[in-house]
């Protein structure tokens, strides 16, 4: 095996499992293969007829058993996986678990966890029930789990497969992954990130996740299963590789990559699981949290901060004119909790300078006085040494020039004025 400072060697499992449960009162109406028929011309192949072969062969085994046969699933744990109060009370109601259980090699495609859950998810259509991922902790009613699977070119969304919880200590936010160990992989983890990044870092997580798999399984394309699969120890990530991740790879941007320090993390615990730490690259000077800043403002820079006039009556100034109409709507939206899932609000303001003033963006926190928003610097300013990424400012409303809504993929809603800087063109008026 050939190690070198350029490549990390990972260890690769001889096998893989995957289980779900369909959880129902009394018994199947239909037999496995029953149900998987029905799927026939609404699943893609090839996956429909791999879940038929592997229900014909020792790789899959489909069994029925009371309920009272296992130990209770964690209702905890489960909402905080997305269970809603329907899933749970169908799960205390029922008698019987449907359990499906496939094995099968490291690599791609993954045969274990694409036949389990189109057979699992056949059968809960046949009772009207639930699926449960138990390597997720996640229900999924059958829809959803019949359209996480591959389409006709063979194409998933990762976040159908690969979550990112994080939680706080006193360095900042802890990210994980918790999926990849599906595909074989060792999950990823970052600490010490910024408080105010909880949105964009989940996204930076997810798309080095799609990027570290394709390295994984280029790795096991051979006949045998090797034992390590040597992995780049400076991962690149790109906003292709997020968008693709979350399903839009129309929406990919063409921002820089970015680069991460790739590192293994043994458990110390047997019973504990080891991780791949994502860091900066080594050298870089300053704290962690600032390169996460960094990169998060480098992938997702639909937000870029400009010095430039907005002289009266030109396409600058109506869309200042634009943004600053829909400002209020903007917070009160904000502050009631109506912006879209997973999307994070931004304001651009003005800082002054010896040529004009510079307009930067700001991440926003809270905004409980209409006149005053607390937030977060998206970017270094030149005319202002304490107005760093990362670091807290504070925005009169009334400096506000421009607004925005940002999500995995980038704007989404408002930055009239970048579009503006980008473009040329006129702004176009919020509905």
Known sequence: MLITDDFLPVPVPESLSATYLVPMVGLPKVSAKTAVAALTGRLAEPVHGLARQMLDSPLMSVDTRPIT???ELPPDLLTAFGATEEQLARLAAATHLVVVQAEYRP???PAHEWAARAVAAAVAESVDSDVVDVFGLQFLDPATALRSLPDEQGRIRLVDWVLVPYSSDTEGLWFTTKGLRRFGLLELQTQGVPDHLTRAWGAVMT???RRLLRDWTDGLTGEEVPAFVQLP???TVTGHDIAVAYGNPEQ????????????LDPATDPEADSFLSLRPPAGHPGPDGRYYAAACATLFSGIQPDVRYARSGDAMSRAVATARAALDEAR???VAGRLPAESQLVVKYGLPGDDGPEYVWAGVTSWEAPERIVGVSASDANTD???RIGAPVVVEATDVVDWAVL??????????????LDSGEPPTAPE
Do not use: K, M, N, Y
């Not at 999500?407 to 503006?420: K, L, P, R, S």
């Open 69 to 71: 046969e296992f130990p």
């Open 107 to 109: 690599g791609w495609p």
């Open 207 to 209: 798309g080095a996740a």
């Open 233 to 235: 120890v400076l991962a």
């Open 252 to 263: 990919h941007g063409a921002t820089a990559p970015v680069l991460l320090r790739l590192e």
């Open 332 to 334: 009160a939206r904000f």
């Open 385 to 387: 040494e304490s107005v």
């Open 407 to 420: 999500d995995a993929t980038g704007v989404i809603e408002g930055g009239w004025t970048q579009a503006v």
